[in-house]
């Protein structure tokens, strides 16, 4: 299914949908796993790197299968959207609307003003033919992401979001109020430090530009890209285990459950997947080094992800329940 209907069901209901890329097999097991078991309505994301590594066609019918796997779990009936993450160029968001996703996203928000209302209405005009749904982006987040990268960010602009959305007749809009690409999303010199653990505390989110975002189009569905939380248990794991992530940071919780609450319908939760990942391979090599068999790593992985989508469907989102 493509966007529409969830997203106004999700402003209505005070919630927000889960994003979650997948670049594997194991990664899309546990997304739709917790989707099941919880009931929550699921965007299903695909970045230009996923379709690098693991070949697109693969990851379509993987997409596919993963909405039958739902049903054979006994969610009767799915709510999953494949969607296109960053797309950069008219082409690649027309190559994956001609393979059946049902929403993709136009990311024209590095060019200046003009030409990404041209490009993401072109994007718009193609899609819609096909009634998939058109996510554009307002404003410049910080960090690495794939392919998308960028030292600074640019919080949007409130002022030009209505004739953004209504020049390109987009249907969800991505802006930038500090949430940050990857899992170093602030510099040391932007936090402060809790005196008692060591640990960085991030600068805020800007909940004053979404307040204004809101004030000019009101009920229009919102996107926060950048918002893993980079839970301190698997960096904290990780280190201890011989890797090397220091001072790597995330967005509180907190203020991503407050921003679910409002127009904010749909939030992009990648890096801590990874990391949840990582922390699950480092921790049976290390407690079993004769291991050798990928299934044994990579399933505890799998239950590590899954346990961390669940609670951030059921804890941070609210979305559990969402999609009976
Ligand atoms: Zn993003």
Redesign the pocket.
């Known amino acids: 299914m493509n966007t529409r209907e969830m997203f106004a069901k999700a402003i209505k209901g005070g919630y927000a949908i889960p994003a979650f890329n997948f670049n594997n097999m194991e990664q899309l097991q546990a997304i739709i796993k917790a989707a099941a078991e919880t009931k929550s309505p699921v965007i299903l994301q695909v970045s230009k790197g996923a379709r690098n590594y693991a070949n697109q066609t693969l990851l379509r019918y993987m997409a596919q299968g993963a909405v039958e796997y739902a049903k054979e779990l006994g969610w009767e009936k799915p709510q999953i959207v494949l969607h296109l993450?960053?797309g950069d160029s008219f082409e690649l968001c027309k190559s994956c609307v001609d393979f059946g996703f049902s929403s993709v996203m136009i990311d024209a928000s590095s060019l200046p003003y003009e030409e990404n209302i041209a490009l993401t209405k072109k994007v718009v005009e193609y899609a819609h033919k096909y009634d998939v749904t058109v996510e554009a982006e307002l404003g410049v987040l910080a960090g690495v992401?794939d392919e998308?990268s960028s030292a600074v960010s640019h919080y949007t602009k409130p002022e030009e979001v209505v004739d953004f959305a209504t020049r390109t007749g987009c249907d969800s809009l991505a802006i930038s109020i500090g949430t940050s690409?990857g899992a170093y999303k602030f510099t040391p010199e932007q936090c402060t430090r809790d005196p008692k653990t060591g640990k960085l505390v991030p600068p805020p989110l800007a909940f004053d530009v979404l307040d204004a975002v809101m004030e000019q189009l009101p009920g229009f569905p919102i996107v926060l890209?950048?918002s893993s939380s980079v839970p301190q248990e698997y960096v904290d794991m990780i280190n201890s285990l011989g890797g090397k992530l220091p001072d790597a940071i995330g967005i509180p919780e907190e203020q991503l459950r407050q921003a679910a609450k409002s127009a904010v319908c749909k939030i992009?939760i990648d890096s801590d997947s990874r990391l949840a990942f990582t922390a699950a391979v480092r921790k049976v090599l290390t407690e079993k080094p004769g291991e050798f068999d990928p299934r044994k790593y990579c399933g505890v992985a799998r239950d590590f992800m899954e346990e961390l989508y669940k609670h951030k469907i059921i804890d941070v989102l609210g979305s559990d329940g969402k999609a009976e």
């Open positions: 993450d960053h992401e998308v690409h890209h950048g992009n």
